[in-house]
């Protein structure tokens, strides 16, 4: 383990003293990809009324990817082990339309019963999983006909980015970033499930500009800075980060783009 460094927990161990950083700066996802994931999930007549069909965000965090499908105008509730990040959800989301409520639960254990959801999304975690355990899990609840969503954000590098990521590396070597280009690839798990049958990915870029405090957030948000380095060296990271951010800064912030990769499949 590198000095300065401390053992990686559990994910849900993990983020859950990330919460508030995690809940103010990590990024949304393309509305137009939930609207995608509506049109999959059934024509007008089954949006009316109580009967619309639930979706349901895993391994949700706080709430970034739930905010995207209420928005969508899709019914959708939020399960997620760290009750830190649930706990965000629930502040952000209780009382919006179409919001069915949050259970602290894990992926490979949820608490529905047996083809009781329309469909399911995981975003920017499915790499946390285990991917066999959960995929079983997706296939008992989902009703025969319904969407898996799998979304991540993957950062399209730029000059600024690339600092970033040197500046990572000198300070946490021996952590490897977990949300890579390869998550443009449909997981050979799912690919290889005998429940699914994948649908043709879906990629729509995005961009947000971010003030350097924000920026900094973000970063402490992610698993191998603010969930693995000590006191010290995050204090060190993040003077260092601020000279980056000082450097490629123009009006006031920086400008992070994204490809969202979006991995649907069909339950059979």
């Known amino acids: ?28 996802y393309p509305a137009t990809l939930f609207g995608l994931l509506r049109s999959r999930l059934g024509d007008g007549s089954a949006w009316a009324g109580g009967s619309a069909p639930l979706v ?13 499908l209420l928005d969508a105008g899709i019914r959708a509730a939020a399960v997620e082990p760290a009750a830190g990040m649930l706990l965000e959800a629930v502040r952000s989301l209780e009382g919006r339309r179409g919001w069915a409520g949050a259970v602290a639960a ?22 946390w999983l285990d991917q066999r355990s959960a995929l079983d899990e997706f296939a008992r609840v989902i009703r025969s006909g319904g969407i898996l969503l799998l979304l991540w954000n993957v950062t ?13 590396g000198r300070h946490n070597p021996g952590r490897k970033r977990p949300v890579t280009p390869r998550m443009r690839e449909t997981p050979a798990s799912l690919r290889d499930h005998p429940a699914f049958e994948l649908e043709p ?9 971010l003030p ?26 993040e003077r260092e980060l601020r000279d980056v951010l000082d450097r490629h800064a123009q009006d006031g912030g920086v400008v992070e783009q994204f490809e969202t990769a979006a991995h649907f499949a069909r339950r059979l």
């Open 201 to 209: 990915t879906v990629t729509a870029e995005h961009r947000r500009a």
């Open 56 to 68: 349901v965000d895993v391994a949700a965090g706080t709430g970034i990817a739930t905010a995207g």
């Open 156 to 168: 399209e590098p730029t000059a600024f980015t690339r600092a970033v990521r040197k500046l990572v």
């Open 212 to 237: 350097p405090d924000d920026y900094v957030r973000y970063a402490r948000s992610w698993s191998y800075v603010g969930g693995s380095l000590e006191r010290d060296a995050l204090d060190a990271f």
């Open 106 to 127: 894990r992926a490979e254990a949820l608490p529905l019963g047996a083809a009781s959801v329309a469909g399911i999304v995981v975003a920017q975690a499915f790499h």
């Open 1 to 28: 383990m590198t000095e300065g460094t401390r053992p990686l927990p559990r994910g849900d161990r993990l983020f859950a003293p990330l919460a508030a950083d995690y809940a103010a700066a990590r990024p949304s």
